[in-house]
């Protein structure tokens, strides 16, 4: 053992001995290695942790995402184009294709815009990530030569052999399992279109409050089967602190409000008070933007307590995320909640994914959580509003005055996106504030512009 350890050190130090006197040793110890520099080492692993933190994964699926909708954008244009030109009458058919090609560039020149700006910032990264790549590959190809027991090369060679090992393991042991396509289960079928309106009718306060949402309770307490709820945003057309209940759907039509209003706060507004009108009842509590804040606020009818939960971090709200068509934007329409036959739903969208629509479930409790998340490739602000069916979410856009289209829509099951539905709302106003599915009677309820109006969801 002792030799062992003398040889190496003779190789690196020369010893020189010296008496100066018969009771007195001196040894001079001379390193004959370059001393390693730890400084340079330092410097090449802060290049390539600030490297890290400039480009992330999170950036490469921004661009993948833009590409998404790019992608699919395209051809529904050219589709819709081509049809134009086969099918043009120079009537109103004309006229509504027209407007639904005006809304597809308008979104395509966003994404493009949104694009360009991506690809210019990307680009910028990618020069200087090269060029640092470059140096710490040159720095580090220096620092090799230090190592002249040369334990790096030996870490690589087994570091090789193990990942060959894994592959040929890996390669007679894995198994490919068949997998089958994931299937929905809806009680009604395929949606495929839209009647009526079956009601129309200017409630209590014809012309008085122009936003405002109106519906049924999807899974209602005992003997309030048959009961109707409306929230008018009565302060500046933004703000509401009551819900107002009505026995009957010709209750409602004649404007006959039987128990009333149910009080969230005496002030308007105020913390947790109502914000904007996307607004949803399910299984006794009302759902709704909380006052000044990017949450859900959940309030009990007959406790009369809320309770809230956050959106994620850079949620948009207070009028900067809102539902747009080329006229205008529907203020504070940033967060719509919606119910379907599986609860509740929150629509809403986030800096981080540019504008575009992001869907999470709501788990219904006292105290309500958030459960999945979908992020789709649909702009918000081309939208005009979004409701949910059997888990599948639908958005709209303005055509006209006298029309609406249904034109998007994600399937939750699948994942699957389609932007060319094709169904048609006929509307009695020219403005859709929200949308509102029943699934106890499948019903849509919009309301528009003060006045209260259904359509009848047909189901394959």
Known sequence: MMLYIFVPLCALFTFSQQVTSAEKCVCELTNSEQAFPHDELSAVEDNASECNSEITARKTLELDSLLLGLDRRLPQLLEDVSMLEREDDQDLYGVLSLQVIENELKDIKQLMDKLNSTTMRDQHLTIGATKQLEEAKAEMQELEKYDTMQVVRRQEANMRLKRDLDQCKNGHNHIIQPTQPPRRNCPHGE??????????????????????????????????????????????????????????????????????????????????????????????????????????????????????????????????????????????????????????????????????????????????????????????????????????????????????????????????????????????????????????????????????????????
Request: net charge negative; glycine share 8%; charged share 15%.
């Open 191 to 460: 949606f495929v279109n839209i009647t009526g309106p079956r009601v129309y009718t200017a409630g209590e306060y014809p012309g008085s409050y122009k936003y405002g949402a109106w519906g049924r309770d999807p899974q209602p307490e005992v003997g309030k089967e048959n009961w109707y709820w409306l929230v008018m945003m009565t302060a500046s057309n933004r703000y509401s602190n009551y819900v107002r209940l009505y026995s009957s759907l010709s209750s409602i039509i004649v404007g006959v409000s039987v128990p009333g209003n149910v009080l969230i706060h005496s002030s308007n507004p105020t913390t947790n008070t109502i914000q904007g009108p996307n607004v949803v009842l399910f299984s006794g509590a009302l759902y709704y933007n909380c006052y000044n804040q990017d949450a859900v606020c959940r309030f009990n009818l007959t406790s009369k307590t809320i309770t809230t939960v956050k959106l994620p971090k850079g949620t948009r709200f207070n009028s900067k995320g809102n539902f747009c068509h080329l006229d205008e934007c529907y203020p504070f329409t940033d967060l719509d909640l919606a119910t379907d036959e599986s609860g509740v739903w929150v629509i809403y969208t986030t800096t981080q994914d540019y504008g575009n629509l992001v869907l999470t479930k709501v788990e219904d409790d006292e105290s309500p959580t958030l459960g999945q998340t979908w992020n789709t490739s649909v702009y918000k602000q081309g939208v005009t509003n979004t409701f949910m069916a059997c888990g599948v979410l639908y958005a709209t856009r303005y055509i006209n005055k006298e029309m609406e289209e249904i034109f998007y829509s994600l399937d939750t099951v699948t994942g699957e996106e389609k932007f060319n539905l094709g169904i048609f709302l006929k509307k009695m106003s020219p403005n859709i504030y929200s949308l509102n599915y029943s699934p106890v009677d499948q019903m849509l309820h919009a309301y528009c512009d003060s006045f209260m109006v259904s359509y009848k969801v047909l189901f394959e």
